[in-house]
């Protein structure tokens, strides 16, 4: 079996100890993140629709580094959604943080609430898989 490791980014301690998950998991090769939303460091939501996308993929960025990846490592992304008439505005603030070819493959989901409290708008969850 191959070993797993806790990924928990500078400043997301509490997420692991409060909350009690981990930031993103890597086993082998491949990172599994859990899903990041627009919160800010003091664990804050961000209020403006894309500023709220762009700290999500910020967060998603920080958790990709302390894992020893990128942005550019992503294989798959799933992206959840409080309101899918969002998805071409979130289309074009992914395509500034994902514009790596081959592209990921993405799969976007309509949900009721996100975070755990209202006015989340997007979460995002990718895998991704390191070069060896």
Known sequence: MTDREAV???????????????????????IYVS????????MRLVHDREAQMVQAFENLKT??????????????????????????LFMRVRDRYLDTHPLPAWTAVGAHMLGGEAGYIVEIKPVAEMPE
Not at 70 to 80: A, E, G, I, K, M
């Open 63 to 88: 958790v990709l580094t302390a894992a020893g990846a990128s942005l550019r490592d992503v294989v798959d992304l799933t992206t959840f959604h409080t309101d899918m008439r969002d998805l071409p």
């Open 8 to 30: 928990i980014p500078e400043g997301m301690e509490a997420v692991y100890e409060k909350i009690r998950y981990a930031p993103a998991v890597k086993v082998g090769n491949t």
């Open 35 to 42: 899903g990041q939303i627009g919160r800010d460091k003091s």
